[in-house]
């Protein structure tokens, strides 16, 4: 019987911040015995990486954070959601420089769901932070048991060894020899000889490092930095897989990062960078961590001639506490400092977070929440490829969505941002900025990857613009979208409207549905996640996100659900004047294939109108 070898991409380079995880196990693996001839109930999927990666971020001083060991696991599951069941886990072989996986051929017709673990740590820890196992496979069995155990289990359960408390000298993945466990989870049709793996238009698949990156800048001319002396409040442990996108609970408890017991040297010392100082030489991981872990920066420097050391908390710029997620990079920068810090380390400790003696922004890189296409040179992403406006007058929003790349090419023609306006009715929206209509590059004296908001104007006609409608004339009328051509890229976004919420208030149903009336309120996504953003009119107060079984939640500004449905209540407006709010979902393509289900990011703009309007 011919033999058919199914090339799986898997290339990790895509995707913002670090680096690369642990040890990789020591035991030799070369080609098994036996494997030149596959076994009738085995498939052979070839693995391999790219040879260039892309620049997302700016690759660090030490070591390299975008290599992928040559022998990752694959772990199989069958069924969809968190309940599918484990199935196998088998460890990608070597063969004349290239990596295969040898799985066990699936004919039953279930859908089969893929979680791949690059960089696999020397021992994992699974429940707890009391006992360690090998990573191989008689381990992994003894814990993870097949046709019982369950997607949401291992990925729950199964976390990289504990840091100790406090954790003197020992940033994890800071040596330059470390790499940084990533992972990813592939839903496939089936395991036979047609799966593959990579996204639907043949990118390869984007893995998610298991640690954030921290940065610390300064550019404040009275102000000389001379590093981090201790983060404090970080989890001892991270999941291998986050599969519900929430931040870890503190189960294995918390510990410090700090050189040694004494603080007699900064646990990330800075160096001179342009206008001022920078630890981007120390960078410093560490596991995510919810705002309720408090976790904050001590740092030195000398003001006026004399070491200080500051207490800095991790928040955004309305000065709310932020959750540090893994496979982000976190850029404090210091523009001003305005009087002296603390003498001691343990008083700075015990102050609050010097938000008035210090000036700084935290710069969030999170590139890999963006929907990103690539080829071999450069990336083009959106931060969402849908944006739906609740609106009854004509509106500029100033970010619609966002566009990152690393190109540096100013290619003369395709290079462009464009509207299909003349398509649809006139005037009922348009590009409005950048003005030029060109996507900005990479250029001298401009950071690598670059960030554009895109701006849009909407009218209330918009909603009546969609497939699916037909137009009084008989013609069936067309979507409004932005297009980005950039080379030999191309991505569209879609830009939808609807009218604005009531003062009553309403039930906005984001679920499969075959409704196609802009009026009703059912609109047809498969959604998996769901997000209240801080933006606005303090909205988490009023836009609350449910369940479609509408049960109380405790914490209504995030959601995760497995049936599709998210329901986003919009309570009563008891004000005369209206008010602004922002949601973001992830969502698939109701009723898709594997292949063509990739996580479409949508950002929905509510205007709820006041009680006199």
């Keep these: 019987m011919r033999r058919i070898f199914v090339y799986i991409n898997i290339v990790i380079s895509l995707f913002l911040l670090l680096g690369i995880s642990a040890c990789v196990h020591e035991t030799d693996i070369s080609v098994p015995s036996g494997q030149e001839e596959i076994p009738e109930d085995k498939v052979r999927i070839e693995i391999f990486t790219r040879a260039k990666s892309y620049n997302l971020p700016a690759t660090r001083a030490v070591g390299n954070e975008y290599a992928v060991g040559m022998h990752p696991w694959v772990f199989v599951f069958r069924g969809e959601g968190s309940d599918a069941v484990f199935v196998e886990a088998v460890q990608a072989f070597e063969l004349i420089g290239k990596r295969y996986v040898l799985l066990t051929r699936q004919t039953d017709g279930s859908r089969y769901q893929l979680l791949i673990l690059a960089n696999p740590v020397e021992k994992f820890y699974y429940g707890d932070a009391v006992t360690g196992y090998e990573f191989n496979i008689t381990k992994i069995k003894e814990k993870i048991i097949a046709g019982t155990t369950k997607l949401s289990d291992v990925c729950r359960d199964m976390m990289t060894a504990p840091l100790a408390s406090p954790s003197a000298g020992a940033i994890p993945y800071s040596n330059p020899a470390d790499t940084i466990p990533m992972s990813y989870l592939l839903p496939v049709d089936g395991v036979d000889n047609s799966i593959k793996i990579e996204n639907s238009d043949g990118t390869p698949l984007g893995l998610t490092r298991v640690v954030a990156k921290l940065l610390l800048v300064n550019t404040a001319p009275e102000f000389t ?211 030029d209509g060109k996507i900005p590059i990479v250029s001298s004296g401009i950071s690598s990857p670059r960030t554009t908001a895109i701006g849009v104007r909407i009218t209330n006609w918009l909603m009546w613009y969609e497939d699916g409608i037909m137009g009084d004339d008989g013609v069936m009328r067309k979507n409004g979208y932005i297009t980005l051509k950039l080379g030999n890229l191309e991505k569209q976004v879609h830009i939808r409207q609807r009218k604005a919420i009531a003062p009553e208030g309403t039930v906005l149903k984001f679920m499969p549905t075959g409704n196609t009336d802009p009026t009703v309120s059912e609109v047809n996504y498969f959604c998996l996640t769901g997000r209240v953003e801080e933006e606005g009119d303090n909205p988490k107060s009023w836009i609350k996100l449910r369940p479609s079984t509408m049960v109380d939640r405790e914490d209504t500004g995030h959601i995760i659900v497995e049936d599709g449905k998210i329901f986003i209540q919009i309570l009563p407006n008891e004000d005369s004047s209206p008010r602004t709010g922002s949601v973001s979902l992830a969502t698939i393509t109701p009723y898709s294939t594997p292949e063509d289900n990739r996580v479409q990011r949508i950002k929905i703009n509510i205007t709820q109108l006041g009680k006199t309007q």
């Design 225 to 435: 930095l001379k590093g981090i002396t201790a983060v404090v409040n970080v989890p001892r442990q991270g999941r291998l897989h986050n599969l519900d996108v929430t931040t870890l609970t503190t189960a294995s408890g918390l510990t410090e990062y700090q050189y040694d017991a004494g603080y007699s040297a900064p646990v990330a010392g800075a160096a001179v960078a342009d206008g001022g100082q920078s630890t981007k030489d120390e960078p410093v991981y560490l596991y995510e961590s919810a705002t309720g872990n408090n976790t904050y920066l001590i740092i030195q420097g000398t003001y006026a001639n004399k070491d200080y050391y500051y207490k800095m908390a991790v928040i955004d710029k309305d000065g709310y506490l932020m959750d540090i997620l893994r496979n982000r990079e976190y850029t404090f920068t210091i523009s001003k400092v305005k009087g002296p810090g603390y003498d001691t380390v343990e008083d700075a400790k015990a102050s609050k977070a010097s938000n008035t003696a210090l000036d700084f922004r935290i710069q969030v890189d999170e590139s890999d929440a963006y929907e990103i296409i690539a080829n071999n040179d450069y990336f083009l992403g959106v931060s969402n490829s849908v944006f739906m406006a609740y609106t009854n007058v004509t509106t500029i929003y100033n970010e619609a969505f966002s566009l990152i790349t690393d190109c540096t090419v100013e290619f003369p023609d395709a290079r462009t941002i464009t509207d299909n306006s003349a398509e649809i009715a006139s005037g009922s929206f348009r590009l409005e900025s950048p003005a």
